[in-house]
């Protein structure tokens, strides 16, 4: 099992342009989770999928949407580039049930110039 | 507002020695999730413990959940724990977890 996956590693962008990241997962989970991290404020909540066709708002969700396209693929959609969304990004899908552990994909480091 | 709070927010130590790291939370929680992230590496899962104590080689964590207060211990510590630990907590409702910032720790031989 892979768990999850995410595209591209590592993404440069001039302010303006458009860019998808993508995020898969092979764990059957129904929940997914697009967080970015900047250094000294932690892990904060863009987007999450409660299920397949639910998406909903998280903390910081201004300058992003998503896309639920099925239960493995999560995707996070930069429509105009602005060097404030200079981050690292992480996905993330987590089990159902009484205690939920989350399970995060390796990252993408974007730089937006 | 921080609904989670750890300290130390860096942490350096020597070879061998013993390392505690502090996660409080002032939010309801059904449990607590420990994360590690090595330098520019992803985030793996430590632990996750609604009650009592967790141990997993050298590392073990703690919860008092009426304390709200849970804490990540590291026996003998090596060069290779050098990562950041963070802590979230898993909430009653909902399904956003409540992270906090890290502690950064690097061990010196």
């Known amino acids: 099992n892979a768990g999850v996956t995410q595209t591209p590693k590592f993404q440069v962008l001039k302010t303006g342009q458009s860019m998808t990241l993508q995020c898969a997962q092979d764990m059957n989970h129904n929940s997914m989770y697009w967080y970015r991290q900047d250094p000294g404020m932690g892990l904060r909540l863009i987007y999450y999928s409660a299920s397949e066709g639910t998406t909903d708002k998280g903390e910081v969700p201004n300058g992003y949407n998503v896309s639920r396209l099925n239960k493995r693929e999560f995707s996070l959609r930069l429509e105009s580039a602005a060097p404030s969304q200079t981050s690292v990004y992480f996905c993330a899908s987590q089990t159902s049930g009484m205690y939920n552990e989350q399970f995060f994909g390796p990252g993408t480091r974007l730089t937006v110039l | 507002k921080n609904e989670v709070e750890q300290s130390p927010q860096n942490l350096t130590a020597q070879e061998g020695e013993f390392i505690t790291i502090n996660c409080s939370y002032s939010?309801?929680?059904?449990?607590l999730h420990w994360l590690q992230q090595h330098p520019g590496g992803g985030i793996v899962s430590l632990f996750m413990?609604?009650?009592g104590k967790k141990k997993h080689g050298r590392l073990i964590a703690t919860i008092n959940i009426q304390e709200k207060h849970s804490s990540l211990h590291i026996t003998a510590s090596h060069p290779r724990d050098s990562a950041v630990y963070i802590c979230a907590g898993i909430p009653n409702t909902g399904n956003q977890f409540y992270f906090g910032t890290g502690t950064s720790l690097t061990v010196i031989p």
């Open positions: 939010v309801g929680i059904s449990a």
């Open positions: 413990l609604s009650s």
